[in-house]
């Protein structure tokens, strides 16, 4: 079992910047941050292959989110820059052990289709004010 604990949100105005941060029991093949709006579903936004440190990322997330691993600590943090009122979601980390299901939830970032991983987080929620 892989527990993950969030934290890190909270309420910025737009344009701002926040850092999350995930701690986790253990790294695995990949681990991601994935947010959801109340009532929508699942998006994933930014993923790293803990072995390689490679990042992909979600669109919407290109040239404003980094996606980072801190292997000493078993941390792993997103970065967001120019934040947006529809960056407002709950952002959850999440981990998988498989290279397949990486892979799927590497293909399927910034689309609705949930990335389908193993480890889950609680989740910590951002609100950007307009």
């Known amino acids: 079992q892989v527990q993950l604990v969030e934290s890190g949100g909270g309420s910025v105005q737009t344009g701002g910047s926040v850092t999350l941060s995930c701690a986790a029991s253990i790294f695995t093949e990949c681990m991601a941050w994935v947010r959801q709006v109340p009532g929508k579903g699942r998006e994933g936004v930014a993923i790293i292959t803990t072995m390689t440190a490679a990042t992909s990322y979600a669109d919407s997330a290109k040239g404003r989110f980094t996606i980072s691993q801190d292997n000493a600590n078993n941390t792993l943090n997103l970065q967001m820059n120019e934040l947006k009122p529809e960056d407002t979601a709950m952002y959850y980390c999440?981990?998988?052990?498989?290279?397949?299901?990486?892979?799927?939830?590497?293909?399927?970032?910034?689309?609705?289709?949930?990335?389908?991983?193993?480890?889950w987080g609680q989740g910590t929620l951002v609100a950007v004010s307009s």
């Open positions: 999440a981990a998988d052990r498989r290279p397949s299901k990486c892979l799927a939830a590497r293909r399927a970032l910034g689309t609705m289709d949930p990335p389908d991983l193993a480890y």
